[in-house]
Every structure is written in structure tokens, then in C-alpha cells.
């Protein structure tokens, strides 16, 4: 008996997308592609422990603090270690910076050193590892701009419009590896019996109007006048469907950024009055998304500029971050600007 293989199904894993990437950048060396595949199987180790989780004693809390004040999970501890180590010595990298350090993370003297840096969220969402809800991982690539020597901040404090790529991990209900090197949005599952990541969602584009909003509003009091307008406005009927958008909020700003992807609309995250710059960090998690959702055809904006323009000043500074379909964005922009009242 033959096996019918569907002509549409396309048996692409991760490692051949990547090196079929090469071919789009003439100035490749491979060092690129041996950065992505580092970090597809320090996802691959990071995975192992966040499914097992719930079953071994790796829960609970340390008692160190981040630079940002959360709570450290140990889970976020061991992602942090993993990346940092599966990445260090490869010789594609001059520094990296984690949102769960508050220095640049440098490369041993004893390792080779390369043109490009790391900035990684090692597990986003980790308040939401013993409620076993999607978390994951970001990451944000960009080429260094000193000449020589050690790297400063100088390399590491460049606009998201200076990313040479960026994506995310997502540990789920499946582990999925989501990138962009600037030619296009794609999506791989991990399939285990294979060990590999399977191309499952190719040229990702996001719709350019959804019906979903998600933001915490629970923080509505501190809010301003202009985005308390915008949250009452959304629960009414959406104008360009004539039904009511529907509110959907994981927590999980990895998870909650991935399905307004897939299916359009708006994430909000904005300032309040104890928090101007509300609660995403700039470097980790807003610009690496912003470099994907636009690449897909979305947009991403801190209220008042585009969120890839904005010049970073220190290495955890936050920023208000509303992400997703271009005309979602559009309406949020009016409001934010005052020129839209309802
Ligand atoms: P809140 C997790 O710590 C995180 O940075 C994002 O993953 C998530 O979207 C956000 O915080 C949740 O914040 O204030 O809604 O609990």
C-alpha cells in the first residue's frame, strides 16, 4: 500500500527554512543561521523542564528579585542560564542582555566573538507557570555597531528598527518557534517523535481588522481620560462587522500577542497613572514583537510613535505597547491623540 502525501503538505523543518534563508542575504556567513538553530534547541531544553514542571519540585519561588521587580520563578532562572549558555560560545554573538539581568551578559574571553547581539526575554509570562497556562520565550537579534573592542550599551540600545530579526517560543498545548529575519512572518511546531520543528504556519499574515481585544482592565482606574474613551468605546458594537468585539486576556503577553497574530485585532498594555511607561519592557518584549507583528502586516505603536522608532535610554526601560491589526491600531492611535472621541 502506497502512503498518499497531500501535495499541499510541504515536510519543511525549521534547520532547512533557516538554511534556505541564507540565500536572501548575500552577506550571509552562516553565523546567522547558527544563532537561529542555538536558540531552537535552547528552546528544545527550556521546553523539556516547562512541561515537566508540575511534576518535579522545580516550582515555587527564589528569593532574588529582577531588575524589573518581579518575583524570579526558578523556571525563569534555569531559561535564563539555558540561553545565556547555549549561546555564548558559539562565536556569532559580542553580548548579549536578558530582562532578568540588569548588566549586558558579555562573551567569556576565552570564546570566539561575533557581529551580532542578543536581547532575550527568557520566560515571558512566568507568573502563569503553575497555573501551567502558555508562556515562552522572545528574542531580538541585531548587528553590533562599535568597531571593535568590548561592547558597550551602545550596541545593545539601538531602535527595533535596527533588529536584523526577532521572534518567540511558545510553550503550549505544542511548542512553537515563530521567526522573522525580515523576509517574511513563519510559524514551526515541534513534533517529538521527529525531534524537530515542522514548518506549520508559513508567511504569517495578520488580518488588517479583528474583532479581539485584549488588555488587563483591572487597570482601568489608572488609566487616562483618552484610554478610558477607548475601552468603553470597544464594547460597543465594532462598525466594521456590526457585532461586538469579543475580550480575550491570557496574561501571558506572548500568548496574548501570538492569537492577535493569527486572528487580527488589538493588544493593549498601556501607561497608567502609578506606571507611565506601563509594564512591557521595550528591548524584551515590545520591539521584538513589533519587528513580527509588522512583518505580518500589523502595526505597533507606544500611543504616540511608532514603537521600532522609539530611541531607548536604558536597558529596562517600559513602554506603552499596543500591538495588532493596522486599522485596530489606527483607532486606538485617534484616541490616544484625542482626535476621536467615539
Ligand atoms: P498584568 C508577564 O509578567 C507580563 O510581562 C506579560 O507576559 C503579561 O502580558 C503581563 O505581564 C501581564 O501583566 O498586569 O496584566 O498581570
Given at each position: 500500500?502506497?502512503?498518499?502525501?497531500?501535495?499541499?503538505?510541504?515536510?519543511?523543518?525549521?534547520?532547512?527554512?533557516i538554511n534556505?534563508?541564507?540565500?536572501?542575504?548575500?552577506?550571509?556567513?552562516?553565523?546567522?543561521?547558527?544563532?537561529?538553530?542555538?536558540?531552537?534547541?535552547?528552546?528544545?531544553?527550556?521546553?523539556?523542564?516547562?512541561?515537566?514542571?508540575?511534576?518535579?519540585?522545580?516550582?515555587?519561588?527564589?528569593?532574588?528579585?529582577?531588575?524589573?521587580?518581579?518575583?524570579?520563578?526558578?523556571?525563569?532562572?534555569?531559561?535564563?542560564?539555558?540561553?545565556?549558555?547555549?549561546?555564548?560560545?558559539?562565536?556569532?554573538?559580542?553580548?548579549?542582555?536578558?530582562?532578568?539581568?540588569?548588566?549586558?551578559?558579555?562573551?567569556?574571553?576565552?570564546?570566539?566573538?561575533?557581529?551580532?547581539?542578543?536581547?532575550?526575554?527568557?520566560?515571558?509570562?512566568?507568573?502563569?507557570?503553575?497555573?501551567?497556562?502558555?508562556?515562552?520565550?522572545?528574542?531580538?537579534?541585531?548587528?553590533?555597531?562599535?568597531?571593535?573592542?568590548?561592547?558597550?550599551?551602545?550596541?545593545?540600545?539601538?531602535?527595533?528598527?535596527?533588529?536584523?530579526?526577532?521572534?518567540?517560543?511558545?510553550?503550549?498545548?505544542?511548542?512553537?518557534?515563530?521567526y522573522c529575519?525580515?523576509?517574511?512572518?513563519?510559524?514551526?511546531?515541534?513534533?517529538?517523535?521527529?525531534?524537530?520543528?515542522?514548518?506549520?504556519?508559513?508567511?504569517?499574515?495578520?488580518?488588517?481588522?479583528?474583532?479581539?481585544?485584549?488588555?488587563?482592565?483591572?487597570?482601568?482606574?489608572?488609566?487616562?481620560?483618552?484610554?478610558?474613551?477607548?475601552?468603553?468605546?470597544?464594547?460597543?458594537?465594532?462598525?466594521?462587522?456590526?457585532?461586538?468585539?469579543?475580550?480575550?486576556?491570557?496574561?501571558?503577553?506572548?500568548?496574548?500577542?501570538?492569537?492577535?497574530?493569527?486572528?487580527?485585532g488589538i493588544?493593549?498594555?498601556?501607561?497608567?497613572?502609578?506606571?507611565?511607561?506601563?509594564?512591557?519592557?521595550?528591548?524584551?518584549?515590545?520591539?521584538?514583537?513589533?519587528?513580527?507583528?509588522?512583518?505580518?502586516?500589523?502595526?505597533?505603536?507606544?500611543?504616540?510613535?511608532?514603537?521600532?522608532?522609539?530611541?531607548?535610554?536604558?536597558?529596562?526601560?517600559?513602554?506603552?505597547?499596543?500591538?495588532?491589526?493596522?486599522?485596530?491600531?489606527?483607532?486606538?492611535?485617534?484616541?490616544?491623540?484625542?482626535?476621536?472621541?467615539?
Amino acid at each position: 500500500m502506497t502512503v498518499q502525501v497531500s501535495r499541499s503538505s510541504k515536510f519543511m523543518t525549521l534547520e532547512r527554512h533557516i538554511n534556505e534563508g541564507e540565500h536572501l542575504h548575500p552577506q550571509a556567513t552562516g553565523q546567522y543561521s547558527g544563532l537561529l538553530k542555538g536558540l531552537s534547541l535552547a528552546a528544545k531544553l527550556v521546553w523539556r523542564e516547562v512541561t515537566k514542571a508540575g511534576l518535579v519540585n522545580i516550582l515555587g519561588t527564589t528569593d532574588r528579585m529582577n531588575i524589573s521587580g518581579d518575583v524570579i520563578k526558578k523556571l525563569d532562572e534555569f531559561a535564563d542560564q539555558t540561553i545565556y549558555r547555549m549561546m555564548d560560545h558559539l562565536g556569532y554573538l559580542c553580548v548579549m542582555a536578558s530582562e532578568e539581568n540588569e548588566d549586558l551578559l558579555h562573551i567569556p574571553d576565552d570564546y570566539p566573538s561575533g557581529k551580532y547581539v542578543l536581547l532575550f526575554d527568557p520566560l515571558d509570562g512566568s507568573g502563569n507557570i503553575d497555573a501551567d497556562v502558555t508562556i515562552g520565550s522572545i528574542f531580538s537579534l541585531y548587528q553590533r555597531v562599535t568597531s571593535s573592542g568590548k561592547p558597550t550599551l551602545r550596541d545593545v540600545l539601538q531602535p527595533g528598527n535596527r533588529q536584523v530579526g526577532a521572534g518567540y517560543i511558545l510553550y503550549g498545548p505544542s511548542m512553537m518557534f515563530v521567526y522573522c529575519t525580515g523576509h517574511g512572518v513563519h510559524g514551526f511546531t515541534f513534533d517529538p517523535s521527529v525531534g524537530e520543528f515542522l514548518l506549520s504556519h508559513e508567511n504569517i499574515r495578520i488580518p488588517a481588522q479583528g474583532s479581539i481585544y485584549s488588555m488587563n482592565e483591572g487597570n482601568y482606574g489608572g488609566w487616562d481620560p483618552a484610554m478610558q474613551r477607548y475601552s468603553r468605546w470597544i464594547k460597543e458594537t465594532d462598525p466594521a462587522t456590526g457585532r461586538p468585539y469579543s475580550s480575550r486576556y491570557i496574561g501571558s503577553l506572548v500568548a496574548d500577542v501570538h492569537r492577535t497574530l493569527l486572528y487580527g485585532g488589538i493588544y493593549c498594555y498601556p501607561g497608567d497613572s502609578k506606571n507611565p511607561g506601563g509594564k512591557l519592557r521595550l528591548m524584551y518584549e515590545n520591539n521584538p514583537l513589533a519587528f513580527i507583528v509588522e512583518h505580518a502586516g500589523g502595526a505597533a505603536t507606544n500611543g504616540s510613535e511608532r514603537t521600532l522608532d522609539i530611541q531607548p535610554a536604558s536597558l529596562h526601560e517600559r513602554a506603552p505597547f499596543f500591538v495588532g491589526s493596522r486599522e485596530n491600531i489606527r483607532i486606538v492611535t485617534e484616541f490616544l491623540n484625542g482626535t476621536r472621541k467615539e
